[in-house]
């Protein structure tokens, strides 16, 4: 297995009505999350990496239209569990990441990558925060009423 690079995204998967879909890790079963990965190569834009990693582990294909994804400019800087570590360079141990979010219907297709996950779950959003296993991750999911455009009503 190559060496990981220390920087990656983290793309939060929502419906408009908040519902949020969780994915539970292969290796660490009772691990829940959103979608996570790693850069394929230094110089790979971090919105490649959102799409790649979208694609790869829920089969979903961020078109920039239908399906978008929205970059958050947040960084997270969080120390990598020691059980993940051996998957760095020596001496590494901590990873930035980088918050996206990306709204679906709530009918889109889910193809799980079986090497990653085991299943996934659509959840309200506070109970999805409330189930991740990582508080960058839970944060971030928190956030999402703030982060969703604000609808303009034909009223207004």
Not at 10 to 17: G, K, Q, R, S
Not at 33 to 54: I, N
Not at 127 to 141: G, K, L, P, V, W
Request: with cysteine; hydrophobic share 40%.
């Amino acid at each position: 297995m190559p060496i990981k690079i220390p920087e990656s995204v983290l793309v939060v998967i929502h419906t408009p009505a908040l519902e949020v879909l969780l994915i539970e890790r292969a290796d660490k079963p009772g691990f829940w999350q959103s979608v996570t990965g790693s850069l394929d190569a230094p110089d790979e834009p971090l919105l490649a990496t959102a799409a790649r990693e979208l694609f790869e582990e829920t089969g979903i294909v961020a078109d920039g239209e239908r399906i978008a994804l929205r970059d958050w400019h947040l960084s997270n800087v969080y120390e990598i569990y020691p059980v993940w570590r051996h998957r760095y360079a020596p001496g590494v141990t901590h990873n930035t990441e980088h918050v996206f979010s990306v709204c679906v219907p709530r009918d889109t297709p889910i193809v799980l990558s079986e090497r990653e996950h085991l299943r996934y779950e659509w959840l309200p959003h506070v109970e999805a925060a409330d189930r991740c296993f990582s508080s960058s991750n839970a944060e971030a999911i928190l956030q999402l009423p703030r982060r969703l455009p604000r609808r303009v009503d034909a009223a207004d």
